[in-house]
Structures are given as structure tokens and as C-alpha cells.
């Protein structure tokens, strides 16, 4: 069993940074693929980063490539998401999710694990 907190959202503005956390439970969290999703209201879920168990493959979404970095301190049972250059379609709540095996990683329905998600808004 893992659980998982998100923590670091907020209200930014354009061409502004945060970094989100995702801290979990669980002995064996080390052992699972991780990623970040996001959903704006009206919308769907959406995989926007991804991060293997050893850290080694960071798969991104198109719409955030080279301005979001995703990143593992499994010794802290921690994962980053560094979100630079925001927009304001970059506006959701921002969920981690983390399953263990190999799979689809962009689908949802892959994860075994969420967390309650944190609020990003950035104004223009």
C-alpha cells in the first residue's frame, strides 16, 4: 500500500516557477514508475510527466517539455515536479500517481495509487 501528498501549489504569475512535491508512503515506494497529471476544470486528466523507479527515464507531455522537470529522491520517498516559465493554460489540479510493473504510463486508468491533488492557478 502507498499513499500519497501533494504539496507546493499556489497562485503564480506568467512566466513564473514552482515546485511540487509528492511525498508517499511505503517501504517499496522506491520500486514504482511515478508520474504527474493534471486536470483543468471541464477537462480530463492528463499525463504531463513521468518518472521510472530508478530515476533513469523522465517521459514528458508535448505541452510541457523543457519547461517542467521531474525528478526522484527515493531516500526521501519524494518526487519533484519543477514547473518554470508557467502559462496560464498551465492553470489545474495537479495529481501524482505511481503504479509498479510496465504498461501505458500516459493512461490513467494504469495507476494503482493518487493523491488528493494541489491546486496550480497562473495569472496572466
Known amino acids: 500500500q502507498v499513499q500519497l501528498v501533494e504539496s507546493g501549489g499556489g497562485l503564480v504569475q506568467a512566466g513564473g516557477s514552482l515546485r511540487l512535491s509528492c511525498a508517499a508512503s511505503?517501504?517499496?515506494?522506491?520500486?514504482?514508475?511515478t508520474a504527474w497529471f493534471r486536470q483543468a476544470p471541464g477537462k480530463e486528466r492528463d499525463f504531463i510527466a513521468g518518472?521510472?523507479?530508478?530515476?533513469?527515464?523522465?517521459p514528458y507531455a508535448d505541452s510541457v517539455k523543457g519547461r517542467f522537470t521531474i525528478s526522484r529522491d527515493n531516500a526521501k520517498n519524494t518526487v519533484y515536479l519543477q514547473l518554470n516559465s508557467l502559462k496560464p493554460e498551465d492553470t489545474a489540479v495537479y495529481y501524482c500517481?505511481?503504479?509498479?510493473?510496465?504498461?501505458?504510463?500516459?493512461?490513467?486508468?494504469?495507476?494503482?495509487?493518487w493523491g488528493q491533488g494541489t491546486q496550480v492557478t497562473v495569472s496572466s
Open positions: 518518472i521510472t523507479a530508478s530515476g533513469s527515464t523522465t
Open positions: 500517481a505511481a503504479y509498479r510493473g510496465a504498461g501505458n504510463y500516459v493512461s490513467s486508468r494504469r495507476y494503482d495509487y
Open positions: 511505503g517501504r517499496t515506494f522506491s520500486s514504482y514508475f
